[in-house]
């Protein structure tokens, strides 16, 4: 007489394998069998077996969020800063790198991606490099060109969530002469002209002009390898309708306090009657 057939339940086949990620191997010691009989049980209960790609990864991911508002706001911040690549054209894992002398871009980091992955910080000598690994639902944030963006310029609602993500990454709220000043320097000649152009649209007045050309060093600065574009906004009203647009997507406790500040200036600036 044969041994009496093991039954696994396959909802909990699906949860220990798929949503843990845990291994034949793995399951079969939880559920005090052979890592064979979990093995043929997913076959009988039709759950698919992982690609090698996914079998190897070590910790579980999820798919990301689909908010149209997070996922603008991550796409702005990955182009200010955000370097994004996959290990190989099979790849399951998205890395998602940054390294930055900056706690505060850490803290804007970890509060993104890793309710989604893996997130490690590597402190070195007053610089962090920042690792995520994520799945493949994270592909959109691959490209640099402008067909990435395209979505979000075809939704003028995500435009303020978006911009707070680039803000976030590449921008600083100032205080200078004693007044309230955002100043964006990058090389990302399209994206500035898309946001002069958004602001246009909501009548924020702003000046836009390449500050250095590509080219070989000069007053003892370092050679660059493309334009340097710098984006200002200064003037009182359209610093403070900038801020009411994009503050409620900012993530950076810098950029955070730094708009506040701004804010503060342009209030006290109108009940001197400095300004309007």
Same mark, same amino acid.
């Given at each position: 007489?044969?041994?009496?057939?093991?039954?696994?339940?396959?909802?909990?086949?699906?949860?220990?394998? !798929?949503?843990?990620?845990?291994?034949?191997?793995?399951?079969?010691?939880?559920? %005090?069998?052979?890592?064979?009989?979990?093995?043929?049980?997913?076959?009988?209960?039709?759950?698919?077996?992982?690609?090698?790609?996914?079998?190897?990864?070590?910790?579980?991911?999820?798919?990301?969020?689909?908010?149209p508002f997070v996922k603008s706001y991550m796409l702005g911040f990955r182009l200010g800063d955000l370097n994004v690549y996959k290990r190989g054209e099979l790849s399951e894992t998205i890395v998602v790198r940054c390294h930055t002398t900056q706690k505060e871009q850490v803290s804007v980091i970890k509060s993104l991606f890793e309710k989604f992955g893996r997130v490690s910080v590597?402190?070195?000598?007053? %610089?962090?490099?920042? #690792?995520?690994?994520? #799945?493949?639902?994270?592909?959109?944030?691959?490209?640099?060109?402008?067909?990435?963006?395209?979505?979000?310029?075809?939704?003028?609602?995500?435009?303020?969530?978006?911009?707070?993500?680039?803000?976030?990454?590449?921008?600083?709220?100032?205080? $200078?002469?004693?007044?309230?000043?955002?100043?964006?320097?990058?090389?990302?000649?399209?994206?500035?002209? !898309?946001?002069?152009? !958004?602001?246009?649209?909501?009548?924020?007045?702003?000046?836009?002009?390449?500050?250095?050309?590509?080219?070989?060093?000069?007053?003892?600065?370092?050679?660059?390898?493309?334009?340097? !574009?710098?984006? $200002?906004?200064?003037?009182?009203?359209?610093?403070?309708?900038?801020?009411?647009?994009?503050?409620?997507?900012?993530? %950076?406790?810098?950029?955070?306090?730094?708009?506040?500040?701004?804010?503060? $200036?342009?209030?006290?600036?109108?009940?001197?009657?400095?300004?309007?």
């Open positions: 007489m044969g041994r009496e057939k093991i039954i696994l339940r396959a909802d909990i086949l699906r949860d220990l394998y !798929w949503k843990q990620n845990l291994t034949p191997v793995e399951i079969g010691k939880r559920l %005090h069998c052979s890592f064979k009989t979990v093995r043929n049980r997913l076959k009988e209960a039709g759950i698919s077996f992982k690609n090698p790609a996914i079998a190897r990864m070590r910790y579980a991911k999820s798919d990301c969020i689909a908010d590597t402190p070195r000598g007053g %610089h962090f490099t920042v #690792n995520c690994f994520l #799945n493949r639902t994270f592909e959109f944030l691959l490209p640099k060109t402008e067909a990435v963006w395209q979505w979000i310029r075809d939704d003028v609602a995500l435009a303020p969530s978006f911009v707070a993500g680039y803000v976030d990454a590449e921008a600083n709220f100032i205080i $200078n002469q004693g007044r309230g000043r955002l100043k964006i320097d990058s090389y990302d000649r399209f994206i500035l002209e !898309w946001i002069c152009s !958004w602001l246009s649209a909501k009548d924020i007045s702003y000046r836009y002009r390449c500050i250095r050309r590509k080219g070989p060093s000069w007053r003892n600065q370092p050679p660059l390898n493309g334009n340097l !574009w710098r984006l $200002n906004i200064s003037e009182a009203g359209s610093l403070e309708k900038f801020i009411r647009e994009v503050f409620p997507f900012l993530r %950076h406790a810098n950029r955070i306090r730094g708009a506040k500040q701004c804010l503060r $200036n342009v209030e006290l600036r109108r009940n001197n009657g400095s300004i309007k």
